[in-house]
């Protein structure tokens, strides 16, 4: 959006990051964000296939599972810039829906 919402983005936590993009992605009910950073997990490798393969109960167990433990598995350094890029990269994408700066309060 702007270069100053990005600066001020680069510039948080990485929880913080990961609150505002989780909550973002929930209040849109954007289930591809969500998914997508599942992928970047360590132990979701088998479950990077396309979800048409997957029965639908399964589908739901695996995301079950992995939000369940997605605070632990995210926290490598190595998994955790690579999410850190992406949470940046969802909050500045839909800046316009919702921003997390205080300069510019934005719809909530």
């Known amino acids: 959006m702007t270069a100053e919402y990005r600066t001020f983005l680069e510039q948080q936590s990485l929880p913080a990051l990961r ?3 989780l909550d973002l992605a929930r209040d849109r009910k954007d289930i591809g964000f969500l998914w997508d950073l599942v992928k970047q ?5 088998e479950a990077n ?3 048409a393969v997957l029965d639908p109960i399964d ?11 997605f605070r632990e598995e995210a926290a490598s350094p190595e998994v955790g810039e690579l999410l850190r890029f992406r949470y940046i990269e969802y909050l500045d994408d839909h800046a316009a829906d919702r921003r997390y700066d205080s300069a ?3 719809p909530r």
């Open 19 to 21: 609150d505002w993009a």
């Open 41 to 45: 997990l360590p132990d979701t490798h």
């Open 49 to 51: 296939q396309d979800w």
């Open 59 to 69: 589908a739901v167990k695996e995301l079950l599972h992995l939000t369940t433990h």
């Open 104 to 106: 510019a309060p934005g």
